[in-house]
């Protein structure tokens, strides 16, 4: 079995900071890609990053320019840096994992509210 274990998420202001965090942990021989993933109320669940074993990076849009992510491989976990909250980015934001022979994996989700 593959677990991954977000946590982070929270409330917070305009302009304000979080970041969130995802460990991977069971059956795991090495992961490859790793990203997240969010849905807000009433939307479809859309990317937001994503990295590569080796530290490539891609963003949607949305997030370009003020969301970092960031793994540390040693530990499975994968991190999600964000800056200048707007409210607009408001969701449940999900990790993903690509674990190699086993599929690709998801997180439980974890709640990132921006609201003054």
């Known amino acids: 079995q593959v677990q991954l274990v977000e946590s982070g998420g929270g409330l917070v202001q305009p302009g304000g900071s979080l970041r969130l965090s995802c460990a991977a942990s069971?059956?795991?021989?090495?992961?490859?890609?790793m990203g997240w993933y969010r849905q807000a109320p009433g939307k479809e669940r859309e990317l937001v990053a994503y990295i590569t074993t080796g530290g490539g990076r891609r963003y949607a849009d949305a997030a370009e320019g003020r969301f970092t992510i960031s793994r540390d491989n040693a530990e499975n976990t994968v991190y999600l840096q964000m800056n200048s909250l707007k409210p607009e980015d408001t969701a449940v934001y999900y990790c993903?994992?690509?674990?190699?022979?086993?599929?690709?994996?998801w997180g439980q989700g974890t709640q990132v509210s921006v609201s003054s």
């Open positions: 069971g059956s795991i021989f090495s992961i490859n890609d």
């Open positions: 993903v994992a690509d674990v190699a022979f086993r599929g690709r994996h």
